[in-house]
């Protein structure tokens, strides 16, 4: 006998599993589908925009060349001061005796606590700054302590050199041309003229440069010192002309040489010779730190602006309305904002209103006209060709004009509300806006990143 079968029993278990799981796969689809709003905390920051170029020292300053061939033997320091007429060095034609620091009587010299501190800040400096590229450091150091042990210095030296002379030596003295600062680091490029640099200026490939050093030999017609005879001095780098056009009506330009910490103001002026342009640099005070120097690296500050520090991509352009302000009235109360508009029935009404940012109409680029200040408001606060009433006269405005301005989401409250921002600063990554200002974003506000894919009002979970 056959059975008969029994119809098939709908568990409800299942029913509400299926429904959950495809519940579940829909939600996941839509959050993987849907843009999602990344917060960002807005915090204090800077910008400092600047560049760095290779630069030529132009100076007034002085060859001194020898007369004739010999050794020279200086009788001041270098980077010292000298006046008209004084005794730099003496030529003499044999060289003087300087011991060796190796010798047994250096050996057994007994040092001041002056001359050791002056050994071993050489020392210390020398392995500071120790580079395998510049080995010329090390004769440097010989020389500092060579000085400190007093077989090298001017007056030990000038003892020899006027024994000699008096002595009835061949010995030639070479005086000081005029005031000025002696220099023993002579180079292809002294007395360099501003009008005479050019591109080729910059190619240290050709470019030579020597320290003279006590009893150096030397022949007729080499320079033997530099006299430096301005405090004034200048640093001339090439520009193309997309920068010089963008600088040309700088004067004054911050900047901060070599490894400075601190940073010196100099006048700026864009040259055109020679066939390119060039920035000119021109500096009153520090002129001794260079002296020695005739390319220097020049770092110029051009932008340093703080304020608040947001991502390019948290800014957006945004239509608002345009009205003037003394239109929006404010209900001493209750502190409420709000306009007279006229309804349909040609009655005047009060609308509250959130203000977005109130401005003096000459900050606007091409409204440097009437001076008024503008209000300006979201859309939808007041729907154009509304006619707008003053309350303490017969004066009306009909809403038409819109503008877009520059502004922010803030997400603080958990929807998107459009933010008025200043733009002071930028470069390829951030903005700077102005910070403390009555509309404006404040530290540590909570901004939407991507403000492109947001519209005003919008949940932001």
């Not at 010329?136 to 042990?149: G, P, R």
């Not at 509309?439 to 492109?452: C, E, F, K, R, V």
């Amino acid at each position: 006998m056959r059975k008969k079968r029994k119809k098939g029993v709908i568990n409800i278990g299942t029913v509400l599993f299926s429904a959950v799981l495809i519940y579940l796969i829909i939600a996941f689809v839509l959050f993987l589908t849907k843009s999602h709003v990344s917060p960002y905390e807005i915090t204090e920051g800077s910008i400092v925009e600047d560049s760095v170029y290779t630069g030529v020292i132009v100076r007034s300053e002085t060859e001194v060349k020898a007369n004739r061939k010999g050794y020279v033997n200086y009788y001041v320091e270098d980077n010292s001061k000298a006046g008209y007429g004084q005794p730099v060095c003496a030529l003499s034609g044999e060289e003087l005796s300087v011991p060796d620091i190796s010798s047994e009587n250096a050996a057994t010299k007994k040092l001041s606590s002056s001359q050791e501190s002056v050994m071993l800040s050489g020392i210390q400096h020398y392995v500071a700054s120790f580079s395998p590229d510049h080995y010329d450091a090390l004769y440097d150091l010989h020389n500092e302590i060579d000085t400190a042990y007093g077989f090298n210095s001017t007056d030990y030296l000038a003892d020899q050199i006027d024994e000699l002379a008096d002595e009835g030596g061949d010995v030639d003295y070479v005086e000081a041309p005029s005031d000025g600062l002696i220099v023993f680091t002579v180079d292809s490029l002294d007395g360099l003229k501003s009008e005479d640099v050019s591109d080729k200026t910059f190619n240290q490939d050709q470019f030579k440069e020597r320290v003279i050093r006590q009893g150096s030999k030397v022949k007729k017609d080499e320079n033997i010192f530099r006299l430096i005879t301005d405090e004034k001095w200048s640093v001339l780098f090439p520009l193309t002309r997309k920068n010089a056009d963008k600088m040309k009506k700088v004067s004054m330009i911050e900047t901060r040489i070599g490894n400075m910490q601190s940073t010196i103001w100099a006048d700026f002026e864009v040259l055109k010779q020679s066939g390119g342009y060039f920035g000119k640099l021109t500096y009153h005070s520090d002129m001794l730190q260079f002296a020695a120097s005739r390319f220097v690296s020049v770092e110029l500050i051009l932008q340093n602006v703080s304020g608040l520090k947001i991502p390019r991509s948290a800014l957006v352009k945004r239509d608002v309305i345009e009205i003037p302000a003394d239109f929006i009235m404010t209900d001493t109360n209750t502190g409420d904002i709000y306009v007279l508009i006229e309804d349909e029935q040609g009655d005047t009404v009060s609308r509250k209103i959130d203000v977005f940012c109130v401005l003096d109409q000459e900050t606007q680029s091409g409204q440097n006209q009437t001076g008024k200040r503008m209000c300006y408001l979201k859309q939808g606060q007041v729907e154009k060709d509304s006619i707008l009433h003053k309350e303490t006269s017969n004066d009306i405005y009909v809403v038409s004009q819109t503008t877009k301005m520059d502004g922010v989401y803030n997400i603080n409250k958990g929807y998107a509300s459009f933010q008025y921002a200043n733009v002071i600063a930028s470069n390829k990554l951030y903005y700077i806006i102005e910070a403390n200002t009555p509309y404006g974003p404040s530290t540590y506000d909570h901004i939407a990143l991507n403000a492109d894919e947001l519209e005003e009002n919008r949940v932001v979970h």
